[in-house]
Protein backbone atom coordinates (compact mmCIF):
# COMPACT_ATOMS: atom_id res chain seq x y z
CA UNK A 1 0.00 0.00 0.00
CA UNK A 2 1.31 3.51 -0.92
CA UNK A 3 1.56 6.10 1.47
CA UNK A 4 -1.13 9.00 1.82
CA UNK A 5 -0.51 11.76 -0.66
CA UNK A 6 -0.66 15.25 1.20
CA UNK A 7 -3.73 16.11 -0.62
CA UNK A 8 -5.72 12.99 0.31
CA UNK A 9 -7.00 14.67 3.33
CA UNK A 10 -8.91 16.97 1.19
CA UNK A 11 -10.75 14.29 -0.39
CA UNK A 12 -12.71 13.94 3.12
CA UNK A 13 -15.72 15.93 3.24
CA UNK A 14 -17.19 16.50 7.28
CA UNK A 15 -21.01 16.50 7.15
CA UNK A 16 -21.06 18.46 10.91
CA UNK A 17 -23.37 20.97 9.60
CA UNK A 18 -25.48 18.79 8.15
CA UNK A 19 -26.10 16.68 10.94
CA UNK A 20 -26.87 18.85 13.32
CA UNK A 21 -28.97 20.83 11.34
CA UNK A 22 -31.31 17.96 11.06
CA UNK A 23 -31.08 16.65 14.51
CA UNK A 24 -31.75 20.99 16.05
CA UNK A 25 -28.65 20.44 17.58
CA UNK A 26 -26.13 23.46 18.06
CA UNK A 27 -22.08 22.92 17.73
CA UNK A 28 -21.97 24.29 21.45
CA UNK A 29 -24.57 21.68 22.59
CA UNK A 30 -22.34 19.09 21.03
CA UNK A 31 -19.20 20.65 22.50
CA UNK A 32 -21.10 20.17 26.13
CA UNK A 33 -22.24 16.56 25.52
CA UNK A 34 -18.98 15.12 23.93
CA UNK A 35 -16.49 17.14 25.89
CA UNK A 36 -14.95 18.56 22.71
CA UNK A 37 -14.24 22.76 22.47
CA UNK A 38 -16.39 24.38 20.44
CA UNK A 39 -13.14 25.52 18.33
CA UNK A 40 -11.81 22.23 17.73
CA UNK A 41 -15.30 20.80 16.81
CA UNK A 42 -15.80 24.38 14.68
CA UNK A 43 -12.35 22.89 12.74
CA UNK A 44 -14.11 19.84 11.94
CA UNK A 45 -17.52 21.04 10.52
CA UNK A 46 -15.69 23.55 8.40
CA UNK A 47 -13.70 20.58 6.68
CA UNK A 48 -9.92 21.98 8.24
CA UNK A 49 -9.02 19.14 10.18
CA UNK A 50 -6.07 16.80 9.09
CA UNK A 51 -6.91 14.22 11.45
CA UNK A 52 -9.65 12.77 13.89
CA UNK A 53 -9.10 11.00 17.31
CA UNK A 54 -11.06 7.89 17.51
CA UNK A 55 -12.62 8.52 20.44
CA UNK A 56 -14.02 11.60 19.33
CA UNK A 57 -15.55 10.29 16.47
CA UNK A 58 -17.20 7.72 18.55
CA UNK A 59 -18.58 10.48 20.91
CA UNK A 60 -19.63 12.40 17.72
CA UNK A 61 -21.08 9.86 16.43
CA UNK A 62 -22.98 8.56 19.68
CA UNK A 63 -23.95 12.27 20.78
CA UNK A 64 -25.78 12.45 16.79
CA UNK A 65 -26.81 9.02 16.48
CA UNK A 66 -25.11 8.20 13.25
CA UNK A 67 -22.42 6.05 12.17
CA UNK A 68 -19.03 7.65 10.67
CA UNK A 69 -19.92 7.12 6.96
CA UNK A 70 -22.60 9.78 7.91
CA UNK A 71 -20.04 11.90 9.19
CA UNK A 72 -17.16 11.26 7.17
CA UNK A 73 -17.76 11.24 3.03
CA UNK A 74 -14.83 10.30 0.50
CA UNK A 75 -14.94 13.08 -2.45
Known amino acids: M ?3 E ?3 AGRIHCRLDALLEQREMTLT ?3 EIVGVSIVNLSVLKNNRARAIRFSTLTAICEALGCEPGDLLTLR
Do not use: F, G, I, K
Request: glycine content about 0%.
Open 29 to 31: RLS
Open 6 to 8: PDD
Open 2 to 4: APA
